[in-house]
C-alpha cells in the first residue's frame, strides 16, 4: 500500500494549484466584467500607451526620447543625460528634470529608475487601473503563476505515478487500477489548463484585455502616417528598439552599464 503514500501528494498538488489558478481565472473575470464599460473610441495618450505597452520605465523612455527629439535634453551616445531646457511642459518631463538633478547632467540609468518611481507614474496607472485599461498589480501574474504551478502539478502527478508503478512487491491492487487512480488527479490538472486557456483571457504584464484592444487601435490608426506623433508611439508600443537614430539608441543601450564612459 505504499502507493497510497504517493497518492496523497498528488491529489494534495493537484487539488491546491487548481483552486490556486481558479481563485486567480475568478478575480480576471471580475476585471473583465468592468472592462466591458470601456469606451473603445478612448485615444490614448503616448504615456498611457507607453505604461500599457511596457510599464513605468517605458514611459520613461519615451519622455526620454521625446525630450531628446526636440533638442530640450541631450542624450549622449556614452549614456549621459544633459538638460538643455529645464522647462519641464508636464508633470513626466519635470519629473525627469528633477531626476537628474540640479547640476543638469546624470547617467541615463538613474534618470530612468527614478522617473519610472515618480509619483506622475504612479497617478497614471491608478487612473488606468480605474479606467479598466490597466491590470491591477500582480493580477495579470497571479493567472499566469496559477497556470504554471499547475502545469507542474501535472509533471509532478506523472512522476509520482510512475514511481508508485515501479515499486517493488505487491501493491494490494492490479497495476492498471493504481494508474487509474493517479490518472484522476492528471486528469484534474489537463482539464484545468484546458479551460483556462479556453476561457481566460490572455493578458499582458500591464495592459488588460481592454487596453490591448486600444493598443491595436493606436498601431492601425498610426500606421503609415509618419508624423513625430508616429515616431513617438512607435517607440511606446515597441520600445527602445523602435528608435530610429543610432546615437540615441547607443545612448539607451549604456543605461544599464554605469562604468561605461
Known amino acids: ?7 496523497l501528494p498528488a ?8 483552486a490556486r489558478l481558479c481563485l486567480a481565472a475568478v478575480r480576471a473575470a471580475a476585471v473583465d466584467t468592468r472592462d466591458a464599460a470601456v469606451d473603445e473610441d478612448h485615444d490614448l495618450t503616448l504615456y498611457e500607451a507607453a505604461f500599457l505597452s511596457g510599464g513605468p520605465s517605458r514611459v520613461a523612455d519615451v519622455t526620454l526620447v ?10 549622449a551616445h556614452t549614456g549621459w543625460a544633459t ?10 518631463e519635470r519629473s525627469v528634470i528633477g ?19 515618480a ?20 493580477e495579470g501574474s497571479a493567472v499566469a503563476a496559477g497556470m504554471r504551478q499547475v ?15 515501479l515499486l517493488p512487491g505487491p501493491t494490494g491492487l492490479p497495476r492498471t487500477l493504481v494508474a487509474l487512480w493517479f490518472l484522476l488527479p492528471l486528469a484534474l ?33 498610426a500606421r503609415g502616417t509618419g508624423d513625430e506623433r508616429t515616431y513617438l508611439a512607435s517607440v511606446a508600443v515597441r520600445g527602445i528598439r523602435a528608435i530610429g537614430e543610432p546615437e540615441l539608441r547607443a545612448a539607451f543601450a549604456h543605461r544599464d552599464q554605469p562604468w561605461r564612459d
Open 83 to 92: 538638460v538643455v531646457d529645464p522647462r519641464g511642459r508636464d508633470e513626466m
Open 151 to 165: 502545469r507542474a502539478a501535472a509533471l509532478a502527478v506523472a512522476v509520482l505515478a510512475v514511481t508508485a508503478l
Open 119 to 138: 509619483d506622475p507614474v504612479r497617478s497614471l496607472a491608478d487612473r488606468l487601473v480605474s479606467a479598466g485599461l490597466a491590470v491591477p498589480e500582480g
Open 189 to 221: 490538472t489537463l482539464s484545468c489548463l484546458a479551460i483556462a486557456r479556453v476561457e481566460i483571457h490572455p493578458y499582458s504584464r500591464w495592459a488588460s484585455p481592454a487596453g490591448q484592444r486600444l493598443l491595436g487601435t493606436l498601431a492601425r490608426r
Open 66 to 75: 521625446s525630450m531628446a527629439r526636440q533638442r530640450r535634453l541631450l542624450l
Open 11 to 18: 491529489w494534495a498538488l493537484a487539488g491546491a494549484a487548481c
Open 1 to 7: 500500500m505504499l502507493w497510497v503514500l504517493l497518492l
Open 99 to 117: 531626476a537628474i538633478g540640479p547640476e543638469g547632467q546624470s547617467r541615463i540609468a538613474p534618470v530612468r529608475t527614478a522617473a519610472a518611481a
